[in-house]
């Protein structure tokens, strides 16, 4: 119970969270302005076609990184899985995980739907899907730095 407790806080109190709910937010309540957002921006035909490989790219890029926060070198893992707090850091991982699923989804449904981000709804989706891959990304790195910082210190 307490596992899924600590889960549930790190899903709920979150940037990602806050982002999600004031993505939403906006939606109802500013659409005006978003639309005159995604109407205003010029993008070429040609631009638009390739601009989904950027989450695409990112959500690569974080499904090889929270391989790599535990499993880099054995000694290294042997480490973090003894660890006694191991299973927080699992949770973090696997709420990233969560969000990087999530957000890629949100990011690419314009495309799938193929509407773009020329409309409202897809222009919210897509650079919620973005700006969320993109803190999960940036929240990745440092939790990777500060693992390898304390590693380090434990004379691996």
Avoid at 25 to 52: G, H, R, T, V
Wanted: overall charge positive; hydrophobic content about 50%; proline content about 3%.
């Amino acid at each position: 119970m307490k596992k899924l407790l600590y889960t549930l806080k790190v899903i709920l109190i979150s940037t990602e969270a806050a982002l999600l709910l004031s993505a939403a937010l906006m939606f109802i309540f500013a659409k005006p302005y978003i639309i005159l957002a995604s109407q205003s921006l010029s993008i070429n035909e040609e631009l638009e076609k390739f601009i989904i490989l950027a989450p695409i790219g990112i959500s690569g890029w974080l499904l090889n990184e929270l391989r790599q926060i535990v499993f880099e070198d054995e000694k290294s893992a042997k480490l973090l899985v003894t660890w006694p707090s191991y299973w927080k850091l699992k949770a973090h991982i696997s709420v990233s995980l969560l969000y990087c699923g999530l957000f890629t989804l949100l990011a690419i449904i314009p495309w799938l739907t193929q509407k773009g981000t020329k409309t409202d709804l897809g222009f919210t989706l897509f650079t919620t899907g973005l700006t969320g891959l993109l803190i999960v990304a940036s929240s990745v790195y440092t939790a990777r730095f500060t693992i390898k910082e304390k590693l380090a210190s434990a004379n691996l």
